[in-house]
Each structure stands twice: as structure tokens, then as C-alpha cells.
T-cell receptor
Framework: AQKITQTQPGMFVQEKEAVTLDCTYDTSDPSYGLFWYKQPSSGEMIFLIYQGSYDQQNATEGRYSLNFQKARKSANLVISASQLGDSAMYFCAQGDSSNTGKLIFGQGTTLQVKP | DTEVTQTPKHLVMGMTNKKSLKCEQHMGHRAMYWYKQKAKKPPELMFVYSYEKLSINESVPSRFSPECPNSSLLNLHLHALQPEDSALYLC?????????????FGNGTRLTVT
């Protein structure tokens, strides 16, 4: 069964510094996608970044980048130049190729940015 | 602004009430979802509609009844709920394949059952 593991329940980072949020996954699917979402206290789930299993390069979207290590089955999110508005819960998730439409979420990491 | 619109934002209902949650998207997505999320927990999948047909029901109690009238709309009808059903209900949409297509979520409906 697919599983996503986020080992950091909570993280602190100083404003303007970079932070890495960990995510490991376990799947036997040859084709899969990995996603990161941000959920502020308001509740909306905001899509941040996507990495495909066949992508040769690490995904980047503005201040977000994904450190994808396929052999280690890890897809860590790196946030550069942290801002106070980055304080939120972050979820790693995996989609699969079975066309079920299911998205498997990790338990989440709460990030707090300190001024 | 989110491209998936959910109404209402907040809902308080008694255990004998009947209410509906509504979701609308105009991104051309043919898969739509209902998720339930408790505080500090990840979203839990409830239902998936693919091409307007129910494709997944994650053993959800019958007091929750989904409906997909067309490719843009998704409803969740609520009846005889329990206090433990209080949660954030998130609607999402995507292309049918999710190995390479993100889900786009709405802002959610915060439901309180009294």
C-alpha cells in the first residue's frame, strides 16, 4: 500500500532563512506524482509544487523547490527566504497512475516563521 | 482567489437538520472530490466522481449523500449528522489522472453539528 511519511510534526524557522520539510514515500507504482500543499489557518489547501516520477530535474516554483531523490524515495520541500506568511501546515501527497483519483496525504508539518 | 468555490463557508446544524454543501469549478476538470478534515490532521477522502459518475465511496455513512449534477457542480447532502461529523469539508477537482495532475481545493466549509 502507498504511504507518505512526514516525520516533522512542527518546525521553526527564522524569517528570511531557508527551511526543508521532509517527506518520504513508499510505492511500487512506476508512474506517480508527488505534490506539496500549504494549508494556512484559514483552511484552504493551496497547491505549491509538483514532481513527476519520471522528471529528470527537481521541480521549482518561485521560492519553493523540491529535493527529489528517487532512489531514497524522498521528496523534500525547500522554502527559501522564509516569510511570515509561510507559517502554515504543509502536506506532502502522492497521486498514482491507477486512475482512481485518490491522493495519499502525509500527516503534515506545521511550520512557524519567527520574525 | 481559489478556482473552486464552496458554499457556505460556515454551517451550524442540529442533528435532525438536512443541509447541503455546494462546490463549483470551471476549470474543465472531470474529477471532483469530497474530503473531510479534522483539526491538525490530513484530509480524508470521502467520495470521488469521475466523469460525473461516483467512482469511489470510502465507506462513508449514508447520512452523507453526494451528488454530481454536471461536470462543474458537486453537492454533499447532509442528514441526521452526529457531533463527531463536525469538521472542515473540502471539495477539490482535477483532471482524471492524478499521477501528474494536482487537485485544486476550495476554501472548505467548516461544519459544526450541535
Amino acid at each position: 500500500a502507498q504511504k507518505i511519511t512526514q516525520t516533522q510534526p512542527g518546525m521553526f524557522v527564522q524569517e528570511k532563512e531557508a527551511v526543508t520539510l521532509d517527506c518520504t514515500y513508499d510505492t511500487s507504482d512506476p508512474s506517480y506524482g508527488l505534490f506539496w500543499y500549504k494549508q494556512p489557518s484559514s483552511g484552504e489547501m493551496i497547491f505549491l509544487i509538483y514532481q513527476g516520477s519520471y522528471d529528470q530535474q527537481n521541480a521549482t516554483e518561485g521560492r519553493y523547490s523540491l529535493n527529489f531523490q528517487k532512489a531514497r524515495k524522498s521528496a523534500n520541500l525547500v522554502i527559501s527566504a522564509s516569510q511570515l506568511g509561510d507559517s502554515a501546515m504543509y502536506f506532502c501527497a502522492q497521486g498514482d497512475s491507477s486512475n482512481t483519483g485518490k491522493l495519499i496525504f502525509g500527516q503534515g508539518t506545521t511550520l512557524q516563521v519567527k520574525p | 482567489d481559489t478556482e473552486v468555490t464552496q458554499t457556505p463557508k460556515h454551517l451550524v446544524m442540529g442533528m435532525t437538520n438536512k443541509k447541503s454543501l455546494k462546490c463549483e469549478q470551471h476549470m474543465g476538470h472531470r474529477a471532483m472530490y469530497w474530503y473531510k478534515q479534522k483539526a491538525k490532521k490530513p484530509p480524508e477522502l470521502m467520495f470521488v466522481y469521475s466523469y460525473e459518475k461516483l467512482s469511489i465511496n470510502e465507506s462513508v455513512p449514508s447520512r452523507f449523500s453526494p451528488e454530481c449534477p454536471n461536470s462543474s457542480l458537486l453537492n454533499l447532502h447532509l442528514h441526521a449528522l452526529q457531533p463527531e461529523d463536525s469538521a472542515l469539508y473540502l471539495c477539490a477537482s482535477s483532471h482524471v489522472r492524478t499521477d501528474n495532475s494536482p487537485l485544486h481545493f476550495g476554501n472548505g466549509t467548516r461544519l459544526t453539528v450541535t
